[in-house]
């Protein structure tokens, strides 16, 4: 039985971590980062960065998210296969568990260029189960919140995750920018000053 915390949530690894425990039955599943000895590795230190030195080793910047179409999180971000968003971690998904995960029905719905970085995580046939490894807070603004904080608010509020006929539909495409930018500076009231 999942935990009521996480009926909507973001964040990747704590959901893998929740899924672990609660679903896949194991006991002490942890994140390497609290648990070095941990008998369930769900999510390990990046192999290629250095255990010991500290600082400028980080996965950090704008990184490319391959998103698999017809779930979620590709709806969200405005049915884009191809998506960029900021990272800052050192620790990741452990790959040799990705199986075990799937088997039960959580599925990994977003992966890096190379396929090897798991990136977007959802269940099916629940309300809001995304997970993300990037930080969509980094680019979200006052009016133009990250789509996953989009389809979060939506879902905790009873609403249809995605609305694919809203103008205001999370991160509209290029086109969709253009004609909203071109409908709404011709309604705009003209100002005078004096």
Not at 1 to 21: D, G, Q, T, V
Not at 152 to 163: F, K, M, T, Y
Request: proline fraction near 7%; charged fraction near 25%.
């Amino acid at each position: 039985k999942m935990c009521l915390i996480w009926e909507y949530a973001l964040e990747c690894s704590l959901l893998l971590l929740n899924f672990a425990r609660n679903v896949l039955g194991w006991k002490g599943a942890n994140s390497t980062e609290f648990d070095a000895d941990t008998k369930y590795p769900v999510v390990i230190f990046m192999p290629e960065i250095s255990t010991t030195e500290m600082g400028g080793n980080m996965r950090l910047g704008s990184r490319c998210t391959i998103l698999k179409p017809d779930t979620l999180c590709y709806k969200l971000y405005d049915k884009q296969k191809k998506i960029f968003e900021r990272h800052r971690h050192r620790y990741e998904v452990n790959n040799q568990l990705i199986e075990d995960f799937q088997q039960r029905g959580l599925f990994f719905s977003g992966q890096d260029e190379l396929g090897v970085r798991m990136e977007c995580i959802e269940l099916k046939d629940h309300k809001f189960f995304v997970g993300t490894q990037f930080h969509p807070e980094f680019k979200s603004r006052p009016v133009r919140p990250s789509p996953p904080f989009i389809g979060l608010i939506r879902a905790s509020c009873g609403l249809p995750v995605v609305d694919e006929d809203s103008p205001m539909s999370p991160e509209p495409s290029p086109i969709k920018r253009a004609k909203l930018r071109a409908s709404e500076s011709s309604e705009m009231p003209k100002m005078t000053f004096g």
